[in-house]
């Protein structure tokens, strides 16, 4: 991402970061269904309208989201594998990255679980492009650690990231309870991985 230039483009920027934000905060509340351009725009202080500065309609920005955060995964992840040693280091790493994103983006883990549908069919397709992109790069560190074939090794990803997405409905908000929480998530998705049968 790149840091816009003027002030005007900066506020442009942090004024888009808000509606994204506010549009995750709401759909993951009440559902994308019940949630119009009015209430996102009522929640950052603009009208309705004026959020169509930004995106073309309320689907586009369910796509913004969705894609984005996917985006960030993979841009993530990517930089976590390229910055450790191939081995333990670098499986505990992207798990820690993951703990970590899951535990600070409960809205929109909340949002991608019941509202992908509502995306169009290109915004589907990216998502699940970004996500199977996403996957591969833990099934690559995994397969480092665990002597299987990759669909053994991606159904050990999958499980993982189910017990790491789950935590949205049931961590607290301090910070105390989310470093303990990432540490204990840490642990437990490191054993689910390298389970024994």
Avoid at 26 to 38: D, I
Avoid at 134 to 151: H, Q, S, T
Wanted: charged fraction near 25%.
């Amino acid at each position: 991402m790149t840091t816009p230039g003027t002030a005007r483009d900066r506020a442009k920027a942090e004024r888009t970061d808000a509606i994204l934000s506010a549009a995750a905060e709401q759909f993951a509340a009440r559902g994308y269904s019940g949630v119009s351009l009015e209430d996102i725009g009522t929640a950052v202080g603009v009208s309705g309208p004026a959020v169509y500065r930004h995106f073309a309609g309320k689907q586009a920005l369910l796509g913004a989201l969705l894609i984005g955060v996917s985006e960030r995964l993979v841009s993530g992840g990517l930089d976590v594998a390229s910055g450790t040693d191939p081995g333990m280091e670098r499986m505990r790493a992207l798990v820690e990255f993951h703990a970590a994103f899951a535990i600070g983006n409960a809205d929109v883990i909340r949002v991608q679980d019941r509202d992908l549908p509502y995306l169009g069919d290109e915004g589907r397709a990216d998502v699940r492009r970004l996500q199977r992109s996403y996957i591969e790069l833990w099934i690559d560190a995994l397969g480092a650690l665990v002597d299987e074939g990759r669909d053994a090794l991606r159904l050990r990803v999958q499980a993982c990231f189910g017990l790491l997405n789950s935590t949205p409905h049931s961590t607290s908000s301090t910070q105390r309870a989310h470093d303990d929480t990432t540490h204990l998530l840490t642990a437990m998705a490191l054993a689910a991985l390298l389970a024994v049968d």
